[in-house]
């Protein structure tokens, strides 16, 4: 299903938007070494809670999970990159970590992911991981807009993200959002430009680049749901929900200042 937002809805997603930008930024400037994955989960659960928002994670059962999720919040450490299920694990200097995030404000989902790196230490490939999901990312919303193709912005992403000596993965990527999570029109890492739907304003898109350091093949955990690298190489993986409007895009989930 392809769903287009009417301007009353294109407002809430708006705050559902700003909600996720700011659990995640809180998120963030909790996670110190000996932070606990399960802890994180907790206070995202406690952020929604009071926001009267509602988690689009927790009764989540996909075909490709082995669900339901049972959490609040993907958290994806070093070799993990998506579904990282929280667990109990405590973060160590230098790890790489990932937040990946949607709820339903209003009646409205947005979805968003961020990585950074935990502690002092910052090893060189990790910030090269990041980096490229973020600049690939940049690249896909500045392809966007009306009556831009699909293909634009996923040969966009691709590009960043070959030139950066990266394989890409194709079986999960973008997707549009809307009253569900993941919904129509699918929105690939890589792409040829000028093919697939053609975008209109009140259309919510994810767009998600990510990466492995040096591979292309995932691996699912015994958990069911987080997906490892197959090499067990670090990953890094960026995420905004945009709208399309008539007269370009707008990113729903920046973080306000």
């Not at 407002?11 to 996720?20: C, F």
């Not at 690939?136 to 966007?144: E, H, K, P, R």
């Amino acid at each position: 299903m392809i769903e287009i937002l009417n301007p009353t809805d294109v407002l809430r997603a708006k705050e559902s938007g700003a909600l996720v930008a700011g659990i995640l930024q809180t998120l963030k400037s909790r996670c110190v070494v000996g932070t606990n994955l399960l802890d994180i989960d907790r206070w995202a659960q406690s952020m929604i809670s009071e926001a009267g928002a509602q988690s689009c994670y927790v009764d989540y059962e996909p075909s490709f999970g082995r669900g339901p999720f049972g959490h609040y919040i993907c958290t994806s450490v070093n070799d993990a990159v998506l579904h990282g299920l929280p667990h109990d694990y405590t973060l160590a200097d230098g790890d790489l970590l990932s937040l990946d995030l949607a709820v339903s404000l209003g009646g409205v989902v947005t979805d968003s992911a961020i990585s950074f790196l935990v502690g002092d230490v910052r090893p060189a490939e990790s910030v090269a991981l990041i980096d490229a999901t973020e600049r690939a990312l940049q690249a896909g919303i500045a392809a966007a807009g009306p009556d831009v193709r699909i293909g634009d912005i996923s040969y966009a992403i691709g590009s960043v993200l070959g030139a950066a000596g990266y394989s890409i993965n194709t079986e999960f990527g973008g997707h549009g959002v809307g009253s569900t999570m993941h919904q129509d029109p699918h929105v690939s890492n890589t792409g040829r430009p000028g093919r697939g739907y053609r975008l209109r304003p009140g259309l919510l898109l994810a767009l998600e680049p990510w990466v492995m350091a040096d591979t292309a093949t995932l691996v699912t955990d015994a958990d069911g749901w987080t997906l490892r690298s197959a090499t067990g190489c670090r990953t890094a993986h960026s995420e905004h929900t945009i709208a399309i409007t008539d007269d370009g895009v707008e990113v729903l989930t920046l973080p306000r200042s």
